[in-house]
């Protein structure tokens, strides 16, 4: 029987993909004591395609929202990897660090990682609820649009 977390996923129809594999020489998390430390996860779409492009010149703020929504999608299906599949293991989030790949103009990075944000606490009400950093950056890995660390405590 599913628990509340995984409930509320499918109320919102979202269903977590595999965990996905490091693409590089670095673990995809850590976990220290009862913190989770989930290496940044790019955007990449339910099709497995990423999602490319500089905000403030080929994507504007709503696409990066959907990028940076389905980023946390990713960090809460390595979080589900690291408690051994139980992602009703998961306390809460405790800290995000999203990176949005923009031009020197663009201003709106909080809005962009918004859509992080939003959907965290949609799927998991005040225990999504979170620290939080949104940044520029002149590029990112593979040209993605966006892409989002986190800490979270699990039991």
Do not use: W
Request: hydrophobic residues 45%; aromatic residues 4%; contains cysteine.
């Amino acid at each position: 029987m599913p628990g509340p977390i995984e409930t509320r996923l499918s109320e919102i129809g979202v269903t977590l993909p595999d965990a996905p594999a490091p693409a590089a020489n670095y673990v995809p998390f850590v976990q220290v004591g009862d913190l989770v430390h989930v290496s940044g996860q790019i955007s990449m779409g339910k099709d497995g395609k990423l999602i490319t492009g500089k905000l403030g010149e080929t994507l504007g703020v709503d696409e990066g929202a959907a990028a940076a929504r389905r980023c946390a999608i990713a960090l809460l299906a390595q979080v589900k990897a690291a408690c051994g599949g139980d992602i009703e293991r998961l306390v809460r989030v405790v800290k995000l660090t999203g990176f949005v790949n923009s031009t020197v103009e663009f201003t709106d990075q909080p809005k962009v990682i918004n859509g992080a944000s939003d959907f965290l606490v949609e799927a998991l009400g005040d225990a999504g609820r979170h620290a939080r950093s949104a940044v520029s950056a002149a590029s990112l890995p593979l040209g993605v649009a966006v892409e989002i660390e986190g800490i979270f405590q699990v039991r």
